[in-house]
Nanobody, 122 residues
Framework: QVQLVESGGGLVQAGGSLRLSCAAS????????MGWYRQAPGNQRELVAT???????NYADSVKGRFTISRDNAKNTVFLQMSSLKPEDTAVYYC????????????????WGQGTQVTVSS
């Protein structure tokens, strides 16, 4: 029943900005780490950024200084602010979260969003 719903993807020109959002819903007891990953055609899914429950962040070198991850714990939401976008940022972006909730109440399980397409034109 836990579900992650993403929004904010789209088409943007190089140098532009987008803000992705991902909200967790369902029977949620708590959320630990949250993050964003991306996958381009023919490539592996790769880490973009993560954020812990207390706000510690980690970024892939390729996006450091351009992307910012944040979260709103009251709304069970994680954000990814993307600026200075490059064509190589084009990918399907997935959010993830380690969630304790129905049906797994006694431990954390990793959930994934459906993915949202980000396309950066040159």
């Amino acid at each position: 029943q836990v579900q992650l719903v993403e929004s904010g993807g789209g088409l943007v020109q190089a140098g532009g900005s987008l803000r992705l959002s991902c909200a967790a819903s369902g029977t949620i007891l708590s959320i630990n780490d949250m993050g964003w990953y991306r996958q381009a055609p023919g490539n592996q899914r790769e880490l973009v950024a993560t954020i812990t429950n207390d706000g510690n962040t980690n970024y892939a070198d390729s996006v450091k200084g351009r992307f910012t991850i944040s979260r709103d714990n009251a709304k069970n939401t994680v954000f990814l602010q993307m600026s200075s976008l490059k064509p190589e940022d084009t990918a399907v972006y997935y959010c993830n979260a380690d969630v304790r909730g129905y049906p797994f109440r006694t431990h954390y399980s990793k959930y994934w969003g459906q993915g949202t397409q980000v396309t950066v034109s040159s």
